[in-house]
């Protein structure tokens, strides 16, 4: 999140991040140094055509139906579409008195962030009630268990809410554990300024364990604000965003990054924190600016090869910057790369199919959600190209917002190839300790929900589908398939 960008863009949510007009021929990129010899123009063609009459055999009533039977079975139920037919944004006139006051009638506000207001019509919608809180020890309605319920409370075995936003899981191979690490914002929400952003006093960086992915205990604040010390970088009114904690096999340490800012967002560095146990605690060594940039949001994605790498929003979220972590996990390489150069994204959620490599974004419009881009590329490194809009199924505005959500982390889920969890957050800027989480079912390939606009309609990519689901669990056995 750019909290201090949600104010400079005040009133004008871009879409700026309209796919690039790229070539539809990946073999064209030579730079044109090479015609293209007319067999290839004639095989290019014939691919095109039998794509499009697939397209249309697809169709039955106007309905996608499901294609590509290659896949799993188990995991058709991930891939229902979901609709919400009943979903209805207030209409225009009936704008929250409330918001069009704090805001001026002049400003538009940006889109969708009044529905976040508590006394938007929608909020109830959108953050349903505690007695509706799903979680081990939610209540002895057994129907649900198992069950995520996205935008719902969210319980772990204590029956305390869940305390981990923009957060991101680590498979721990050794314990045969998922831990999920997030920031704790359960504190009071303030605004330094009148007009300033939302904010949360630094607490901590919470550490949840689960073997299932639903039941999930709390393993305590695994790396602490400060209290006292004003020029700590943790010091309580200072920024910690978005903890990443990837796992060390030559040091043996558990490494977490993190974005570290002060309360107005001018500090703009990463942080790194180590530990010897995936339960902490972490012992924070230093903040620096990656590459001598300003870094906001942030993620790591660790390789099949054990390189790992840091990715951040850049200059001001115009770029993105990606460059390799040295070997021991706690410094970076001189090596960077700019890429979704002026796309103006944060929120990045990366992770691997196939050997493409995929990324999640969102646009930058503070805590008001927008919509989501998915991002392909045959090395880490890039090239990146953009994919479209992932979200399936809901509704047009539940599309236009990620599900009212911003995207945080991609978990690919073991013995079912292709699926991943897609995580991400609801946030609620009047009460940002309330905000939610949206798990749902991601698919990389299979089928399209509309058609493909993007060059000409021939993906050059597989697709990158999150579905919709108000209610869905793990496909059964889902650790054990293969
Ligand atoms: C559990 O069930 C009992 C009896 O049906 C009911 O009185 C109680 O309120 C339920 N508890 C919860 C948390 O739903
Ligand atoms: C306060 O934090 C700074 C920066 O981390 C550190 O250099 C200094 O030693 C700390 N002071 C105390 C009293 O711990
Ligand atoms: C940002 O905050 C620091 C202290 O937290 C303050 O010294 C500085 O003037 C602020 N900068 C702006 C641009 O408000």
Not at 81 to 95: D, M, V
Not at 352 to 360: D, P, Q
Not at 436 to 463: N, Q
């Amino acid at each position: 999140m750019a909290r201090l960008f949600s104010e400079v863009n005040k009133g004008r949510v871009r879409m700026r991040h309209k796919r690039r007009k790229s070539s539809p021929f990946p073999f064209n990129n030579a730079g044109g140094r090479f015609s293209v010899s007319f067999a290839v123009w004639i095989s290019v063609f014939l691919v095109l055509f039998i794509y499009f009459i697939s397209q249309i055999t697809e169709k039955t009533d106007g309905k996608l139906i499901r294609v590509h039977p290659n896949h799993l079975s188990v995991t058709y139920e991930l891939e229902d579409i979901e609709e919400e037919p009943n979903f209805r944004l207030p209409p225009p006139h009936k704008r929250n008195p409330r918001a069009v006051k704090r805001r001026g009638s002049k400003k538009k506000p940006p889109a969708y962030s009044e529905f976040l207001d508590e006394s938007s019509e929608l909020h109830s919608v959108l953050f349903p009630d505690r007695r509706l809180a799903v979680g081990p020890n939610a209540g002895n309605d057994s129907s649900s268990t198992g069950y995520f319920y996205p935008g719902h409370v969210w319980l772990d075995t204590d029956g305390n809410p869940i305390q981990a936003h923009g957060g991101g899981i680590l498979f721990d191979d050794r314990r045969k554990t998922y831990y999920w690490y997030g920031e704790n914002k359960d504190g009071t929400t303030y605004h330094t300024q009148p007009k300033g952003t939302a904010r949360v006093d630094i607490i901590g960086v919470s550490c949840y364990s689960s073997k299932n992915l639903w039941s999930w205990k709390y393993e305590g604040i695994v790396l602490r604000g400060e209290q006292q010390n004003v020029t700590h970088d943790l010091y309580k009114t200072n920024v910690l965003e978005r903890p990443k904690v990837i796992y060390n096999s030559k040091t043996n340490q558990y490494v977490m990054w993190m974005h570290i800012d002060d309360g107005n967002y001018t500090k703009a560095s990463v942080g790194v924190a180590v530990s010897k146990s995936p339960t902490g605690p972490f012992t924070y060594l230093y903040s620096m600016r990656p590459h001598g940039s300003d870094s906001r949001d942030m993620t790591l994605f660790e390789d099949d090869d054990g390189r790992a790498y840091l990715m951040y929003s850049a200059r001001d979220n115009v770029d993105f910057h990606i460059g390799p972590l040295t070997e021991d996990y706690l410094g970076l390489t001189g090596v960077m790369k700019k890429i979704l150069v002026r796309q103006h994204r944060e929120a990045p959620a990366v992770f691997k199919h196939g050997g493409t490599y995929y990324m999640i974004t969102s646009g930058c419009s503070g805590w008001a959600p927008n919509r989501a881009m998915a991002h392909a590329a045959p090395s880490i490194m890039g090239p990146w190209e953009n994919v479209g809009n992932p979200c399936v199924g809901g509704n047009r505005v539940l599309r236009l917002t990620t599900f009212f959500s911003q995207s945080t982390f991609v978990l690919p889920l073991p013995g079912l190839p292709g699926s991943f969890i897609f995580m991400a957050d609801r946030w609620n800027p009047s009460n940002l300790r309330d905000s939610r989480y949206v798990w749902l079912p991601l698919k990389v390939g299979s089928l399209a929900d509309e058609p493909m606009d993007y060059s000409f309609g021939f993906p050059l990519w597989s697709r990158v589908s999150i579905f919709w689901h108000k209610r869905w669990r793990l496909p059964e056995g889902w650790k054990n398939v293969n």
